[in-house]
């Protein structure tokens, strides 16, 4: 019974949204709002139906229905509660049914926030949202149904089908739990259960700033009212997608085992892709608010964005390149490309349609080559470097040379260690120039003051490290131009608090809330860039000066890395988990000198009945500001344990990326959050009207 | 007789451990192979049946038959660069994640400069033609023509004006 509702709810929802579209753009054409008003609520009703689709295989997980070949595929009897919730995204079909429904989601807030005040806009933006949720949604109702049920036919063969075939009997249910294969084990992670639904937040919330650009072009309308409406949009999609990456290098530190959390995998970098793009257009966006400017440059970038989710999806679920994730392939590839080409070329096509018709031409022109306007330009070359660079080790390369060289290049982590670093550093060049730079006319003399203090602290900051001994140039460089970044945003904040403090006479508790509350876009982004400052360090410490060593120590044996001793206790081995899992774990002390540190106990784990990828690595770690110690198990004398091997890293400053990614958070949150009074969204003019009538019946 | 015969093969064991020590001298002048030795290579190779991790962190077993097999060829006092080259020359460039052929190898590291380049001297000249069209407009006093925000008013035809005010003033009856 569940199948059926939930088929059918993602049915009707795929329906629904094709009348969507039809009756949004016939409203548009014939300018019949009741169309219109129709197509909108349409859309919105996507939304519950996709809840009660959504909800019935959550259901289903939940009752452990193993008939339900999704079920039986990504479950078993022994997983935990909290894995059957996290394994609706285990797999492919739950995982795009998933992503529908965050999408309708993301579609319905959009359409009643911004109705009333973008109601030009709204026949296209309905448009394009039901076009991206109705091809999603044709991928579960055709190729990748989770409500599928396996059945058993006379001739003994098993097909899958949602609703009885004919002769069709039930398999037993004793025997499909018995069977049954449970959830990937490198899923079962806490990261893991919060990185993918942040990463499709973050593909799926760019899907508005998206419609809304395309809905510009199609419209006419080629003002900043697309830009005003989807700022916050475009600010969600980037902190999710942030969140996302973020998570999954947590995840690929404590779960994959190589001590670290950014191996340059394809897909990582196909999520990282949408995310420079993403941040060029964030920072651009604000040059054509501000100065009427860079208008085509804005609708590449985000259309840019939005391309980069689709074909990072496809490249995750294709099979296109070799991966970690390779579990999420499947046959879905064609119409992904297919869907992923159409909207480039639709969409790039209405742009040279706009701009051949003079539609997009700047109102203003570049004056100053140190502008604030023409150092986000430069920002967004870099990122756009980057986007180039990343795509061309990751997919461009292998492609290209399989195509016409009859060879398959493919480009580990030394091309992009060797490519991308100065690219980087060329980011945390400009994050600490233009914030002081000025909108328009901006001098040299001028932004060298303002850089003054900034600089000295960081030139602190290095004197420091190079007397206590850190003698490579590249780290004292890396160090130095990541702090200057960190202290232009440290320094601004302190000086807008001082000058409250002073002036205005509040304390700093209220200049500091002031200060924010009052320009939360300004000061929320001068957080995210400390933040990145504070990453970027981590990053530094952690890639230059990485210490490891492996060695098979007998019980009571030890090893000697970077100032700390590591003794084999013992080892339990064969030890049952709750979900079935056999851990053999050993148990190791750590200690600095002669000083006691912590007893960590690294293992392997294995599930008996996981298909493929059986076993993970789970690393036992001591972690301090400093660095983080990690201990792998890497393997044991099979008979008695007596002895066993262990890869040891030191990881200097590693925690700095965790900590770093929290005051990105925050800073985003700050420059998300609404002013005082103002509206989400809604129609100001309204508002402004409701607060007349309201003054005049006070009058 | 038979005492003779034990008394010899001590000697010649000897003289066959001797003659050993003698060909494998370079693997023992470096000392024995350690893990770490092993890791600093087969942290430079990729197993095919893995998927992007590098071997020395990979846990399948195919994985730590390489490592074994890595050990073996260091032990037998080959360099670093031959053990890679060796396992290159069997199993492709995949393994090093690095093209080996000295073009491809540079075609790849200069390809994404290249497209940079191209992508800076764009802008560039973007920027100057800015700069010229305003130096141009300061001189003429004739302004650099900016766009419209919509449809320009001039575009709309009589008929599609006459549909937008009724549409308007239907709007404002209903607010009102």
Redesign the interface.
């Known amino acids: 019974m569940l199948a059926e509702i939930g088929f059918l709810a993602a049915l009707l929802a795929f329906v629904t949204a094709i009348y969507a579209i039809l009756a949004a753009l016939y409203g548009a054409s014939r ?1 019949a709002d009741h169309l219109v008003v129709s197509a909108r609520n349409a859309a919105i009703a996507t939304f519950p139906l996709l809840a009660v689709s959504v909800g019935a295989l959550w259901i289903a997980l939940i009752s452990q229905q193993y008939q339900v070949a999704y079920i039986w595929e990504v479950s078993d009897p022994n997983t935990p509660l909290f894995y059957r919730i996290t394994a609706l995204w285990g797999s492919q079909a739950g995982s795009i049914l998933f992503w529908s429904f965050l999408m309708s989601a993301f579609a319905a807030a959009a359409l009643i926030l911004n109705w009333r005040s973008q109601y030009r806009l709204m026949p296209y933006v309905i448009a394009y949202t039901m076009v991206t949720l109705a091809f999603f949604l044709g991928l579960t109702v055709f190729m990748e149904n989770p409500f599928e049920r396996l059945w058993i036919m006379p001739s003994n063969d098993v097909v899958r089908s949602v609703f009885m075939p004919a002769n069709g009997i039930a398999p037993s249910a004793a025997r499909l739990a018995e069977t049954a294969q449970g959830l990937n084990p490198l899923l079962r992670h806490f990261g893991m259960i919060i990185h993918p639904p942040m990463l499709y937040l973050g593909f799926v919330s760019f899907v508005i700033p998206f419609a809304f650009a395309m809905a510009a072009l199609a419209s ?5 009212n697309w830009i005003k409406a989807t700022r916050r949009w475009a600010l969600v999609a980037w902190l999710f997608l942030s969140l996302g990456l973020i998570l999954g290098g947590r995840w690929a530190y404590d779960v ?4 670290g959390y950014w ?4 897909v990582e970098n196909a999520a990282f892709l949408p995310w420079l793009i993403g941040t060029a257009f964030l920072h651009s966006v604000m040059i054509q608010e501000k100065r ?1 400017m860079l ?1 085509v440059w804005n609708m590449f970038l985000v259309i840019g964005t939005f391309s980069a989710v689709i074909f990072g999806t496809f490249a995750t679920r294709s099979g296109l390149v ?3 994730h ?1 579990f999420a392939r499947s046959s879905i590839g064609y119409p992904l490309f297919f869907f992923w080409a159409i909207v480039t070329v639709v969409s790039v096509g209405l742009i040279l349609w706009r701009w051949r018709r ?10 100053n ?1 140190m502008s604030r306007e ?1 150092l986000f ?1 430069l920002n967004n ?1 870099v990122f ?2 980057l986007f ?2 990343i795509f ?2 990751s997919f ?2 292998p492609i290209i ?1 399989e195509l016409f ?1 009859n ?9 992009f260690l ?2 991308t670093p100065p690219l980087f550093l060329a980011l945390y060049v400009l994050m600490a120039v233009a914030p002081i730079s000025a909108w328009g006319v901006s001098s040299l003399r001028r932004m060298g003051r303002a850089l003054v203090v900034p600089f000295v602290l960081a030139l602190i900051l290095v004197a420091v490290l190079a007397l206590g001994g850190m003698a490579t140039p590249v780290a004292l460089v890396g160090y130095g131009v990541v702090s200057v970044a960190g202290m232009v945003a440290i320094y601004e904040t302190y000086r807008g608090v001082v000058a409250r403090h002073r002036g205005l006479g509040e304390s700093w508790a209220q200049a500091i809330r002031a200060l924010f509350g009052r320009n939360r876009r300004r000061y929320g982004g001068y957080t995210i860039h400390l933040g990145i400052a504070v990453i970027g360090l981590g990053v530094l410490g952690s890639t230059l000066f990485q210490q ?5 120590l007998a019980v009571g044996e030890s090893l000697q890395i970077g100032g700390y001793t590591l003794s084999y206790d013992t080892f339990q081995g064969g030890q049952v988990a709750e979900d079935g899992r056999v851990m053999d774990i050993a148990q190791v002390t750590l200690r600095r000198g002669e000083q006691w540190l912590a007893s960590l106990r690294p293992r ?1 784990d294995f599930y008996p009945g996981a298909e493929g990828s059986n ?1 993970s ?1 789970i690393a036992g770690a001591y972690s301090t500001l400093e660095n983080d110690v990690y201990v ?1 198990l ?2 044991w004398n099979d008979i008695d344990a007596s002895s066993a ?1 262990f ?1 040891v890293f030191i990881n200097p400053l590693i925690n700095l990326i965790w900590w770093g990614s929290l005051i990105l958070v925050i800073g985003t949150c700050v420059a998300v959050w609404p002013h005082e009074g103002e509206p989400v969204g809604v129609d100001t003019k309204v508002s402004s009207r409701a607060r007349a009538r309201a003054t005049g019946a006070a009058a | 007789m038979i005492s003779n015969k034990v008394r010899t093969w001590p000697v010649i064991a000897g003289c066959l451990m001797a003659a050993m020590m003698v060909l494998v001298q370079p693997a023992f002048a470096q000392g024995p192979v350690t893990d770490d030795d092993v890791n600093r290579v087969a942290r430079q190779l990729y197993c095919p049946v893995c998927e992007n991790i590098p071997l020395d962190v990979c846990g399948t077993q195919a994985c730590a038959q390489w490592r074994d097999e890595i050990r073996l060829q260091l032990q037998a006092g080959k360099s670093e660069q031959a053990v890679i080259a060796d396992f290159v020359a069997r199993y492709g460039d995949r393994v090093v994640g690095t093209p080996q052929d000295p073009t491809l190898r540079g075609l790849s590291l200069v390809t994404p400069w290249l497209l940079s380049a191209v992508a800076l001297s764009v802008a560039l000249g973007i920027f100057v033609r800015w700069r010229t069209a305003q130096a141009r407009s300061i001189q003429t006093g004739i302004p650099v023509p900016a766009a419209s925000t919509s449809a320009r008013s001039s575009e709309l035809t009589p008929r599609r004006l006459e549909e937008y005010r009724a549409r308007l003033e239907q709007d404002l009856a209903r607010r009102r």
């Not at chain 1, 006419?220 to 900043?224: I, K």
């Not at chain 1, 994959?256 to 001590?259: A, P, T, Y």
């Not at chain 1, 191996?263 to 394809?266: C, E, N, R």
Request: charged share 20%; net charge positive; hydrophobic share 35%.
């Open positions: 300018h006419g309308d080629l003002s900043t994959l085992g190589w001590g191996g340059w995998d394809p009427g208008k070799n991966s970690v390779s003079g539609e997009l031409r700047d109102e203003r022109s570049f004056a080559l023409s330009v070359l756009v470097m180039v660079a061309w080790g461009g390369a040379s060289a060879t398959k290049i493919t480009l580990g982590k030394d091309y060797n490519v490891e060593t492996q060695k098979t392997r076993q690595t792998l890497v393997g091997t890869k």
